[in-house]
């Protein structure tokens, strides 16, 4: 049940978009927030479990996760850590940005079904996420029947692919494998949150704060 969440929290995301469409630099909080959460799970929680039983194979997974994301980067232009581009001249259904972001999210239901801290940190890591496709779909005046059927699509995954940890049992064989490659998504979505919250290099106290927050609770709980 609890596996659901990650979904729930996408809904959560549309509805306070109505909210954060007026505190821009609440959104910026709460993104850079995510991604120190996110970025912390992984390192105290899942790369000590990948390395459990340590190979070279567990790094080479992890870097495919890497360059994998780097690699959806190129269709999503940046959705997965927070911000969209589209052809702004088209109210088409995005197919690329949708399937890109399917394939992300199905792996991020992997780890989420063993860890609930990683559950935590991919359910907190999809509210902004969210808020921002959201955000982005109204301002490119997409219709609320896309949005929402964009939305619950993309809502889905997490799910699906924490079941088919769970029950697609030739799968079983390759969970090590598909964990080691979620690590590497995550690093790289995390690192990039928190390298382009300070794009601009200007000092912000409050953000510095939600970053540190955000390691310290991943830390505690
Ligand atoms: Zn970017
Ligand atoms: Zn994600």
Redesign the pocket.
Known sequence: MVLLLPFVSILLGYFLARYFAQNESGLAYLLSFSGAFLLSVTLFEMLPEAFETPSRKIGMFIMSGILLQIIL?FFSK?AE???VHLNKHSQNFPWLLFLSLSIHSIIEGFPVTTNHDILLGVIIHKIPIAIILTLYFRKAKFSTLTTLTFLLLFAIMTPLGSFMAEYVLFLRNYLSAINAVSIGVFLHVAT?ILF?SSKDHKFNFTKLLTIFLGVLIAYFI
């Open positions: 980067d940046g850590h927070g911000h990039t382009e």
